[in-house]
């Protein structure tokens, strides 16, 4: 079956690190988002790729970085820069292959502690 | 600015009772809708959406959402709850067509919704 697959479930990082999370889709989908997720926040997009070696930082990029060298894959590396990094993070895909298909397919997440 | 918001952060139901969870946008226009649901530590799953025409939708798990545009309003609801339904809810929207959108969902705060038994 088709869908995201987001690894690892758990990550523990040591302060000044950085790390980066794993986002593989087999949806063929275009587009690929990283959100991240705390409590009582909702989600808040950190970057978004709509396609091949493009993409384009959301709300909250600061201290983050990814690359989006194949459709299947949109890896999210944070860095030491960021202040805040312990938290759950959601990656994305979608297709705009006209509206019936279209919907975000979330997968099942990674939660970064900093310890 | 344009957003979407869910007025309640929790909820608590009893199960067997009806559930009706809020979801107000602020867009010009009407934006294309989604309820999302999350269990614990898990992804979201995409609960149902509204584009256009029939302003009653029908998802699964034996949910609907019943768009109102003169109150700007997309309410999910629920006939009778089950344990199984405790879990957090999310409503997102898109203005506008997706390519022009950029495909980004905005996403309301979340409604954690308890079930008593």
């Known amino acids: 079956d088709g869908g995201i697959t987001q690894s690892p479930k758990y990550l523990f990082r040591k302060e000044g690190q950085n790390v980066t999370l794993s986002c593989e889709q087999n949806l063929n989908h275009d587009a690929m988002y990283w959100y991240r997720q705390d409590p009582g926040q909702g989600l808040r997009l950190i970057y978004y790729s709509q396609i091949v070696n493009d993409f384009q930082k959301g709300d909250i990029a600061e201290g983050y970085s990814v690359s989006r060298e194949k459709k299947e894959s949109f890896p999210l590396t944070v860095t030491s820069a960021q202040k805040n990094p312990t938290a759950f993070y959601l990656c994305?895909?979608?297709?705009?292959?006209?509206?019936?298909?279209?919907?975000?397919?979330f997968g099942s997440g990674t939660r970064l502690t900093v310890v | 600015a344009q957003s979407v918001t869910q007025p309640d952060i929790h909820i608590t139901v009893s199960e067997g009772a009806s559930l009706e969870l809020r979801c107000n946008y602020s867009y010009g226009a009407t934006p294309y809708l989604f309820w999302y649901v999350q269990s614990p530590g898990q992804g979201l799953q995409l609960l149902l959406k509204y584009f256009s025409g029939d302003t009653l939708v029908q998802g699964i798990k034996g949910f609907e959402a019943e768009f109102k545009r003169s109150q700007s309003s997309f309410n999910l609801r629920k006939p009778s709850v089950h344990w199984s339904d405790a879990a957090e809810y999310f409503c997102?929207?898109?203005?506008?067509?997706?390519?022009?959108?950029?495909?980004?969902?905005?996403f309301g705060g979340g409604t954690r919704v308890l079930v008593k038994p």
């Open positions: 994305a895909s979608s297709s705009d292959r006209g509206r019936t298909n279209y919907g975000y397919t």
């Open positions: 997102a929207a898109l203005k506008g067509t997706i390519k022009a959108a950029g495909n980004k969902l905005t």
